[in-house]
């Protein structure tokens, strides 16, 4: 295991080129916790949370994952504000899909017109003309996928959106929606200890789609103290999470992890983790482990 020390951490995950066009980093940053209790409301600590952001970028991050659902809109607008105007290299994926009755509730809505609506209020908040990556949060399963992705699919013909994205899909939905759309990336839950979306990303490997996992590092018992994962990292002299990182970035080219954070150290924490490279014996020794 190597961990090479540089002044953009970031860009030693290597680089992945969203829809063959648009290369970002592949260490990303999600930034949903940059908000209040339950995705809801402004963040504890706006000024770390936007020395976050910055510092994100300064690292070498390119790209950083919202939603228009988390605030809601809070976080958008402080992306806008931590960062505009971006740097040429820095994507901002955001998502549409979701109504927010309160704290920690998510309403599926996918309606055009709300969809088209949210995408609206995405660009100006965040201070864009185009956006780069739109993700359609969920597949409202009262509405058909083709009316769904129709909208973004408008969007993008008239040059609103540049790419289009998944979230929470089945490899089953993510072939239906690829017959309406391109469909650049999906993100779904993944992680070293629940895989449960395997086959997802083994059809995002073969058709060269960005997987981007969403709560990266969850670990569970593997961290417990003297368990597979706490022991390797001691070993190692790294922590449970940046080895969890390692492990996503080891598992396929095609993954994006987008760790979150509100807090700059465990920020610089989690970015160093693009610099540990596993060797084949420590990557299946930790797959193996589950």
Do not use: C
Not at 62 to 69: F, K, Q
Not at 140 to 148: F, K, N
């Amino acid at each position: 295991m190597s961990t090479p020390n540089t002044s953009r951490p970031a860009a030693a995950s290597g680089t992945f080129a969203l829809g063959g066009d648009l290369p970002v980093h592949r260490l990303g940053y999600g930034a949903m916790q940059l908000t209040g209790p339950g995705a809801w409301g402004e963040p504890k600590d706006r000024d770390e949370a936007v020395r976050v952001l910055r510092r994100a970028v300064e690292l070498g991050v390119t790209l950083i994952d919202t939603a228009d659902a988390y605030g809601p809109f809070v976080n958008e607008v402080l992306i806008k504000e931590a960062l505009h105007p971006y740097a040429d290299d820095l994507v901002i994926a955001t998502k549409a899909g979701f109504s927010r009755p309160g704290p920690d509730e998510w309403e599926p809505i996918g309606r055009p017109e709300y969809l088209r609506q949210q995408a609206e209020l995405s660009l100006r908040h965040l201070g864009v003309e185009r956006i780069d990556l739109l993700q359609l949060h969920r597949i409202d399963e009262q509405v058909p996928l083709a009316d769904q992705l129709g909208a973004l699919v408008q969007l993008q013909q008239e040059g609103k959106i540049r790419h289009i994205g998944l979230s929470e899909v089945s490899v089953e939905q993510l072939a239906q929606a690829r017959a309406i759309a391109e469909i650049v990336s999906v993100q779904n839950k993944y992680n070293l200890a629940d895989r449960a979306s395997e086959d997802v990303l083994e059809y995002a490997e073969r058709e060269n789609i960005a997987f981007i996992p969403w709560y990266p590092m969850a670990t569970g018992e593997l961290a417990r103290p003297g368990g597979p994962l706490d022991a390797a990292a001691k070993e190692q002299g790294a922590s449970p999470s940046q080895l969890a990182l390692a492990w996503l970035l080891r598992r396929s080219p095609v993954v994006l992890p987008i760790p979150g954070t509100s807090r700059v150290a465990h920020l610089e924490q989690n970015t160093a983790a693009a610099g540990i490279t596993l060797t084949d014996a420590q990557f299946e020794a930790l797959q193996a482990a589950v």
